[in-house]
């Protein structure tokens, strides 16, 4: 399996600020993916990073809220933008790994609370 | 709409119980079904089923597929209190490549 870091674990964060969350693979990987998690709540999917164009959102999310980027294969941010408390989620990101049908894998993920 | 619905919500257990964990989906486009338990904040991968009726196993963890019916079910035997833990299911497919979508869990509580 991939081993994933994620930077920052956790944050507290002021209402109307940005926070970035990175994430850092151990190999080159083509797909990587940032997912939500709300208190209480299951995980939902907000894009998909691609390589060297634009993260494909999916419904319900945007680019102006959550800008990602995707340098390289192994590394990828998500910007959480002008956060309100509706925001404090778990913020995790995973990889498509391995051949085949690839096995999803998750880093640690970034607690994050906005007051 | 993609959907995946896991059964029960929760489960309190004792140590030394047998469990079983229901997931039906229905994904467009089904490439997987996929087990991950989940402690504090990352899920950990433990299956992932793609062809019915076969077994998979890891120590007292089975899962198996029905792609007829479209459910999984996860097992675990001689539970432990390690074991408590929210247990995902999330299904592989629709339009967008790699997208998983998950069930709301099962929060499995297994006293000593």
């Known amino acids: 399996s991939a081993v994933i870091s994620q930077k920052p674990s956790r944050d507290i964060c002021q209402r109307g600020t940005s926070l970035t969350i990175q994430c850092q693979v151990d190999?080159?990987?083509?797909?990587m993916f940032w997912y939500r998690q709300q208190p209480g709540q299951s995980l939902t999917l907000i894009a998909t990073?691609?390589?060297?164009?634009?993260?494909?959102?999916e419904s319900g999310f945007v680019i102006d809220k959550f800008p990602i980027s995707r340098p390289n294969l192994t590394f990828s941010t998500l910007t959480v933008s002008n956060m309100s408390p509706e925001d404090s989620s778990i913020y995790l990101c995973?990889?498509?790994?391995?051949?085949?049908?690839?096995?999803?894998?998750f880093g640690p993920g970034t607690r994050l609370l906005v007051l | 709409e993609d959907k995946v619905v896991q059964s029960p919500l929760s489960l309190v257990v004792h140590e030394g119980d047998t469990v079983t964990l229901n997931c039906s989906y229905e994904?467009?486009?089904?490439?997987?079904l996929l087990w991950y338990k989940q402690e504090k904040k990352a899920p950990t991968f433990l299956f992932m089923l793609?062809?019915?009726?076969i077994e998979k196993k890891s120590g007292r963890l089975s899962s198996i597929l029905d792609k007829k019916e479209l459910f999984s079910i996860l097992n675990i035997t001689a539970t432990q209190t390690g074991d408590s833990a929210v247990y995902l299911c999330?299904?592989?497919?629709?339009?967008?490549?790699?997208?998983?979508?998950f069930g709301q869990g099962t929060i499995l509580t297994v006293h000593p």
């Open positions: 995973s990889v498509d790994h391995g051949s085949g049908t690839k096995t999803q894998y």
């Open positions: 190999s080159q990987v083509t797909m």
């Open positions: 990073a691609n390589q060297g164009s634009e993260a494909t959102y």
């Open positions: 994904v467009t486009n089904f490439r997987s």
């Open positions: 793609t062809s019915s009726g």
């Open positions: 999330a299904s592989a497919g629709g339009t967008s490549y790699g997208k998983l979508t």
